[in-house]
């Protein structure tokens, strides 16, 4: 074998006492890589930790535990002795493989030690200023909306740059009950704190509950977080005002297209689109606004039996109450430094497409004009407003905001339990993204094809995230972290049921 450069000695005896503070966890053995080695562990550590090891040539590097195995001597065969009663005696060692994250170097860089550590070098669990050093966390109170704190460091809060969020987009996924509205209203909070004009599609109602502060538990102590409510700053908009108790949301019906109209009653448009469009036109000709009502009028007067089923479907629009002589206006919805919740709870799913698709539109043409601040639109269930398969009236716009809403200031917040059902085209431009336990195969591999830099000890990780941890990267969050997301403000408004 050929001599390795800088072979000097190996020192196996390393003097621990030099490096004050440092807690010593094992020694580097077997094949080194740059890009990862293993340790025989002797101190206490688990999977994810951090950790640091000296090198000779670049100084301290940074890595992260991936896997640890246990290793024995016990073979299948000497378990029979002890199950016969028998002491067998059994070596066992803990070997811990790390993936090595770098240093930075003297203008700021991270960096990669291009020459492998030295067998026997020792590994050091990672001090919290070494961390955040080299995997560039900043405390940006100003402008960051404060998510919570890296995983197992209750010394390293997480700061997610606003910015970055309303510019390039936010996903947040996992499985049903995994914390995923719980964080959302996480974010809300923050953009609240920080005047940030959001607007969410809430199609559970679960919302409304920001204006009211949480019960004070001792992990608000833990996070530094205060109970407060945003009673002033949030207004919900329903299409059901009534149930819902909000204000009315209605849409302006001389401005939807006949085919829309039909596409919303599950009409045949060959046989009902010109009758339609002959009575909306007749009725744009002598007035300015009209209702669903003067449309069945018109049709009734008719007298032809033919037209039965388009007056039925027009009577059940028209009981919906989504449309009115004048909808609502978007400037009256949206408000700058405000939270606007459009909650659709009971709302059939075409109608609630319907919402979706109208106002992304009237969202995304007002914010060109620059007729309305610069805002976040949250989306929740988004695999119904904008599904990989089949189709749904919103979707269109939808992928339109996620490709040029950067240019506009207009931020997507795409939330979906079912990541592979989601539009890949949309989910592609979310630049931030926040994902929770996920056990699904397909989910998992639609993560793993998006999300850069996961090593494959994290996507086991993910599938055993407890309830409240995240995976999060992009925008300053260069490389995936696991963040232990903070307890709300607010009171969370998606408790799950109790049925007995
Ligand atoms: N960070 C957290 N800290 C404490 N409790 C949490 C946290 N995240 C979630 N929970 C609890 O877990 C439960 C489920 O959370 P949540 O409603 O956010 O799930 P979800 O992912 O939105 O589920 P679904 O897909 O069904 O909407 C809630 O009752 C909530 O109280
Ligand atoms: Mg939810």
Same mark, same amino acid.
């Given at each position: 074998?050929?001599?390795?450069?800088?072979?000097?000695?190996?020192?196996?005896?390393?003097?621990?006492?030099?490096?004050?503070?440092?807690?010593?966890?094992?020694?580097?053995?077997?094949?080194?890589?740059?890009?990862?080695?293993?340790?025989?562990?002797?101190?206490?550590?688990?999977?994810?930790?951090?950790?640091?090891?000296?090198?000779?040539?670049?100084?301290?590097?940074?890595?992260?535990?991936?896997?640890?195995?246990?290793?024995?001597?016990?073979?299948?065969?000497?378990?029979?002795?002890?199950?016969?009663?028998?002491?067998?005696?059994?070596?066992?060692?803990?070997?811990?493989?790390?993936?090595?994250?770098?240093?930075?170097?003297?203008?700021?860089?991270?960096?990669?030690?291009?020459?492998?550590?030295?067998?026997?070098?020792?590994?050091?669990?990672?001090?919290?200023?070494?961390?955040?050093?080299?995997?560039?966390?900043?405390?940006?109170?100003?402008?960051?909306?404060?998510?919570?704190?890296?995983?197992?460091?209750?010394?390293?809060?997480?700061?997610?740059?606003?910015?970055?969020?309303?510019?390039?987009?936010?996903?947040?996924?996992?499985?049903?009950?995994?914390?995923?509205?719980?964080?959302?209203?996480?974010?809300?909070?923050?953009?609240?704190?920080?005047?940030?004009?959001?607007?969410?599609?809430?199609?559970?109602?679960?919302?409304?509950?920001?204006?009211?502060?949480?019960?004070?538990?001792?992990?608000?102590?833990?996070?530094?977080?205060?109970?407060?409510?945003?009673?002033?700053?949030?207004?919900?908009?329903?299409?059901?005002?009534?149930?819902?108790?909000?204000?009315?949301?209605? =849409?302006? +019906?001389?401005?939807?297209?006949?085919?829309?109209? #039909?596409? *919303?009653?599950?009409?045949? @448009?060959?046989? /009902?689109?010109?009758?339609?469009?002959?009575?909306?036109?007749?009725?744009?000709?002598?007035?300015?606004?009209?209702?669903?009502?003067?449309?069945?009028?018109?049709?009734?007067?008719?007298?032809?039996?033919?037209?039965?089923?388009?007056?039925?479907?027009?009577?059940?629009?028209?009981?919906?109450?989504?449309?009115?002589?004048?909808?609502?206006?978007?400037?009256?919805?949206?408000?700058?430094?405000?939270?606007?919740?459009?909650?659709?709870?009971?709302?059939?799913?075409?109608?609630?497409?319907?919402?979706?698709?109208?106002?992304?539109?009237?969202? =995304?043409? +007002?914010?060109?004009?620059?007729?309305?601040?610069? #805002?976040? *639109?949250?989306?929740?269930? @988004?695999?119904? /407003?904008?599904?990989?398969?089949?189709?749904?009236?919103?979707?269109?716009?939808?992928?339109?905001?996620?490709?040029?809403?950067?240019?506009?200031?207009?931020?997507?917040?795409?939330?979906?339990?079912?990541?592979?059902?989601?539009?890949?085209?949309?989910?592609?431009?979310?630049?931030?993204?926040?994902?929770?336990?996920?056990?699904?195969?397909?989910?998992?591999?639609?993560?793993?094809?998006?999300?850069?830099?996961?090593?494959?000890?994290?996507?086991?990780?993910?599938?055993?995230?407890?309830?409240?941890?995240?995976?999060?990267?992009?925008?300053?969050?260069?490389?995936?972290?696991?963040?232990?997301?903070?307890?709300?403000?607010?009171?969370?408004?998606?408790?799950?049921?109790?049925?007995?």
């Amino acid at each position: 074998m050929e001599e390795v450069v800088n072979s000097a000695p190996v020192e196996l005896s390393y003097d621990a006492t030099k490096e004050k503070g440092l807690r010593r966890v094992g020694i580097i053995y077997g094949d080194v890589g740059t890009t990862q080695f293993t340790f025989s562990v002797s101190g206490v550590v688990e999977q994810g930790d951090y950790v640091q090891v000296l090198h000779e040539k670049f100084g301290w590097v940074l890595g992260r535990v991936d896997e640890i195995k246990r290793k024995t001597n016990l073979s299948i065969e000497r378990t029979k002795e002890i199950l016969m009663g028998n002491d067998v005696e059994v070596k066992e060692m803990l070997s811990a493989t790390v993936i090595v994250i770098g240093y930075r170097d003297s203008k700021g860089f991270l960096q990669y030690p291009r020459i492998p550590f030295r067998v026997g070098s020792v590994v050091y669990l990672a001090q919290d200023s070494f961390i955040k050093k080299v995997i560039g966390i900043e405390d940006i109170r100003e402008k960051g909306a404060y998510i919570g704190r890296l995983f197992r460091h209750k010394n390293i809060p997480i700061y997610l740059d606003i910015n970055a969020m309303v510019q390039k987009h936010v996903s947040i996924l996992a499985k049903t009950g995994a914390g995923k509205s719980y964080l959302t209203g996480v974010l809300l909070e923050e953009f609240l704190k920080h005047g940030v004009t959001a607007i969410v599609i809430d199609p559970h109602g679960e919302y409304p509950s920001l204006k009211f502060p949480a019960r004070k538990t001792k992990a608000h102590e833990e996070f530094k977080v205060r109970p407060r409510g945003y009673a002033t700053k949030v207004k919900v908009f329903s299409p059901d005002a009534q149930l819902n108790k909000a204000k009315p949301l209605k =849409f302006t +019906l001389s401005t939807m297209a006949p085919r829309e109209l #039909l596409n *919303l009653m599950n009409l045949d @448009a060959r046989q /009902y689109l010109i009758p339609l469009r002959k009575a909306m036109d007749l009725l744009k000709m002598s007035r300015k606004y009209f209702t669903i009502r003067d449309i069945i009028r018109l049709l009734e007067s008719e007298e032809n039996n033919n037209l039965a089923p388009l007056i039925a479907q027009l009577e059940y629009l028209d009981e919906m109450g989504i449309f009115d002589k004048r909808g609502t206006r978007i400037d009256e919805i949206v408000e700058r430094g405000k939270l606007s919740i459009i909650n659709l709870r009971g709302i059939p799913p075409d109608i609630q497409e319907l919402v979706v698709q109208r106002l992304s539109m009237a969202l =995304f043409e +007002l914010r060109k004009r620059e007729k309305i601040p610069p #805002l976040m *639109l949250v989306i929740e269930e @988004a695999h119904n /407003y904008a599904p990989q398969q089949g189709v749904s009236s919103a979707t269109k716009i939808l992928r339109t905001i996620a490709s040029e809403g950067r240019k506009f200031g207009l931020g997507l917040c795409i939330i979906s339990q079912r990541p592979a059902k989601v539009d890949k085209n949309i989910l592609s431009q979310c630049n931030t993204q926040i994902i929770l336990k996920v056990t699904n195969p397909h989910d998992l591999k639609a993560i793993g094809n998006s999300v850069e830099g996961l090593t494959r000890g994290s996507l086991e990780e993910i599938q055993r995230l407890p309830i409240g941890v995240a995976l999060v990267t992009g925008g300053n969050i260069s490389m995936p972290l696991f963040v232990e997301i903070r307890p709300r403000e607010t009171k969370h408004g998606g408790e799950s049921v109790k049925v007995i």
